[in-house]
């Protein structure tokens, strides 16, 4: 099989925002924020990206011509837990197809499984276990988690997860 040169690596950063998702859920279930609590299962609804929007699964982040390649960024599904000890889990993982054709080596990047979040209003803050950054999503409806993030070269990426 034939090694393909890319001209340039769109999965790692694309990839790094949509750990994001991983973070879509962080509060507490007493929470002063809008609807209150927010301990629950949330899973992605919908997500908006350089693709558009996608109210479906598999969530396409990303689908366009590079080069001479295409490539198709999505998450085929996601979900995030927040208990009301202040710790979440989450799962989900990140697929890359370039002309069709799954690249293993390169998905299955899955989101941040753990840590732990707070909330201030109806700003939750979440801080993964694994050492990677703090993060922030917003918490609206009673049963809704927005998590926005600005990925160069791709723009503003926006992931919605809902109980």
Same mark, same amino acid.
């Given at each position: 099989?034939?090694?393909?040169?890319?001209? =340039?690596?769109?999965?790692?950063? /694309? !990839?790094? %925002?949509? %750990? /994001?998702?991983?973070?879509?859920?962080?509060?507490?279930?007493?929470?002063?924020?809008?609807?209150? &609590?927010?301990?629950?299962?949330?899973?992605? !609804?919908? +997500?908006?990206?350089? !693709?558009?929007?996608? &109210?479906?699964?598999?969530?396409?982040? =990303?689908?366009?011509?590079?080069?001479?390649?295409?490539?198709?960024?999505?998450?085929?599904?996601?979900? *995030?837990? /927040?208990? %009301?000890?202040?710790?979440?889990?989450?799962?989900?993982?990140?697929?890359?197809?370039?002309?069709?054709?799954?690249?293993?080596? @390169?998905?299955?990047?899955?989101?941040?499984?753990?840590?732990?979040?707070?909330?201030?209003?109806? +700003?939750?803050?979440?801080?993964?276990?694994?050492?990677?950054?703090?993060?922030?999503?917003?918490?609206?409806?009673? &049963?809704?988690?927005? =998590?926005? @993030?600005?990925?160069?070269? =791709?723009?503003?990426? +926006? *992931?919605?997860?809902?109980?």
């Amino acid at each position: 099989m034939t090694q393909r040169t890319r001209p =340039f690596r769109l999965f790692p950063a /694309l !990839a790094a %925002a949509v %750990a /994001l998702a991983g973070a879509l859920a962080c509060g507490s279930d007493k929470s002063t924020g809008p609807g209150g &609590n927010v301990a629950g299962t949330y899973n992605i !609804a919908s +997500t908006n990206g350089p !693709a558009g929007t996608d &109210n479906s699964a598999p969530f396409v982040l =990303f689908n366009s011509n590079v080069g001479a390649d295409t490539y198709r960024i999505q998450i085929p599904s996601g979900s *995030i837990t /927040l208990g %009301a000890d202040k710790h979440y889990t989450g799962s989900g993982t990140v697929e890359l197809y370039i002309d069709d054709v799954l690249q293993p080596d @390169e998905s299955g990047d899955s989101f941040p499984s753990g840590g732990t979040y707070s909330v201030s209003g109806s +700003t939750v803050t979440f801080t993964p276990s694994d050492g990677s950054a703090a993060m922030t999503a917003t918490f609206s409806g009673g &049963n809704t988690l927005t =998590f926005t @993030e600005s990925v160069a070269p =791709f723009g503003t990426i +926006t *992931i919605v997860a809902k109980k």
